[in-house]
T-cell receptor
Framework: SQTIHQWPATLVQPVGSPLSLECTVE??????LYWYRQAAGRGLQLLFY??????ISSEVPQNLSASRPQDRQFILSSKKLLLSDSGFYLC????????????FGNGTRLTVT | KNEVEQSPQNLTAQEGEFITINCSYS?????LHWLQQHPGGGIVSLFM???GKKKHGRLIATINIQEKHSSLHITASHPRDSAVYIC????????????FGKGTKLTVNP
């Protein structure tokens, strides 16, 4: 079964600094990969999803970008963090077969100060 | 209006009670997930449904595609069931988009 590694677990960054969150997947190939954000007191919001290497779909306009340089690697980045980027970021993966379950990483709690 | 609505937003129960959390959606879906998020933030997938009913231990999930409604039931609730339960749907159309409800915070008191 798939295992998702997401790091770091917590991160405190000043406004204007860059960001790089990494997510890697083991135990599968060619998964669909997702980045979600959960702001304080709010539900999960889809930020990006990818159905293959180099294929990124963005769901909301924002200060963030995503890349998928390898099949099982998904990176969330920002050149300059904003206070509003604070939140809990979750990586998830899903096989492309119909009715395959969704698996989540343990998340990264980002605080922008 | 959100495409996925959950109720209630907050639920407090006594240990042993039967719990029901509801999810209604307004879009065409290919499947629906029930997820559990513990206070530390980690999320676990409990069920994925496209029709009918599934059971795992004390947890039961049902879905009615015609009515666009799903329920998550917990029998003989326990304090360790305290968590946020999230309904998420996979929309039709091949985009693989998941749309999440805002979650139901369940607290089970001993």
């Amino acid at each position: 079964s798939q295992t998702i590694h997401q790091w770091p677990a917590t991160l405190v960054q000043p406004v204007g600094s860059p960001l790089s969150l990494e997510c890697t997947v083991e135990g599968t190939s060619n998964p669909n990969l997702y980045w979600y954000r959960q702001a304080a007191g709010r539900g999960l919001q889809l930020l990006f999803y990818s159905v293959g290497i180099g294929q990124i779909s963005s769901e909301v306009p924002q200060n963030l970008s995503a890349s998928r340089p390898q099949d099982r690697q998904f990176i969330l980045s920002s050149k300059k963090l904003l206070l509003s980027d604070s939140g809990f970021y979750l990586c998830a993966c899903k096989l492309t077969t119909v009715n395959s379950p969704l698996h989540f990483g343990n998340g990264t709690r980002l605080t922008v100060t | 209006k959100n495409e996925v609505e959950q109720s209630p937003q907050n639920l407090t129960a006594q240990e042993g009670e039967f719990i029901t959390i509801n999810c209604s959606y307004s879009v065409g879906i290919s499947a629906l997930h029930w997820l559990q998020q513990h206070p530390g933030g980690g999320i676990v997938s409990l069920f994925m449904l496209s029709s009918g009913k599934k059971k795992h231990g004390r947890l039961i999930a049902t879905i009615n595609i015609q009515e666009k409604h799903s329920s998550l039931h917990i029998t003989a609730s326990h304090p360790r069931d305290s968590a946020v339960y999230i309904c998420a749907v996979i929309t039709q159309g091949g985009s693989e988009k998941l749309v999440f409800g805002k979650g139901t915070k369940l607290t089970v008191n001993p």
